[in-house]
């Protein structure tokens, strides 16, 4: 069985085409042209963790250089490591990734993005660590493709996991 994927899977009406960053990866020529719905979200799922596990060079740029806000050298998120989640402003917090996503990831679309703190426990429970729910749709055709993520934040480690939540989020509760 052969690596490459056969391209007559996917309808011509179904047809993605990767980011640059994928297309210039991916050796399989012609077949590097086309993604599938599910092969777009694992990319975006890939770039979002990337975009929140990097810390901006200069946070507070956006106030003193809005030129220099969406460029790449204001790439990722604002510090958050070794900061007290008892001290931050969730809400601002919610702002920020939802500023940053809009910033960073085109494939999602700005109007659909709504970002959540979600109350996942007990403090003792969850030490120095926030979740968050970010629902959106990615730009895709025939008709854009849902998408709903769990964002949890190590404020201790400085570390962010992003994955794709299946189904419900019944027992959490949003702030």
């Known amino acids: 069985m052969s690596s490459r994927r056969d391209t007559t899977e996917i309808e011509p009406r179904d047809r993605l085409q990767p980011a640059l960053l994928d297309r210039l990866i991916r050796d399989e020529g012609e077949a590097a042209r086309v993604i599938s719905k599910s092969e777009l979200r694992q990319a975006v799922l890939r770039d979002l963790s990337w975009l929140f596990n990097a810390t901006q060079t200069q946070a507070d740029w956006n106030e003193q250089r809005p030129a220099l806000a969406g460029t790449v050298l204001n790439f990722g998120m604002p ?5 007290q989640l008892s001290k931050l402003d969730i809400a601002r917090l919610e702002r920020t990734i939802a500023e940053t996503i809009r910033r960073f990831e085109p494939r ?3 109007d659909t993005l709504t970002v959540h703190a979600i109350e996942t426990g007990s403090v003792l429970d969850t030490h120095n660590m ?3 729910e970010i629902r959106g ?12 993520l769990r964002t949890q934040m190590d404020l201790e480690a400085g570390q962010v996991e992003v994955r794709e939540a299946a189904g419900p989020l019944a027992p959490a509760r949003v702030r």
Do not use: K
Not at 79 to 83: D, E, H, N, T, Y
């Open 130 to 132: 926030i979740e968050f």
């Open 108 to 110: 999602i679309l700005p």
């Open 137 to 148: 749709h990615l730009w895709a055709q025939p008709v854009p493709l849902e998408l709903l």
């Open 79 to 83: 510090p958050l490591a070794g900061r």
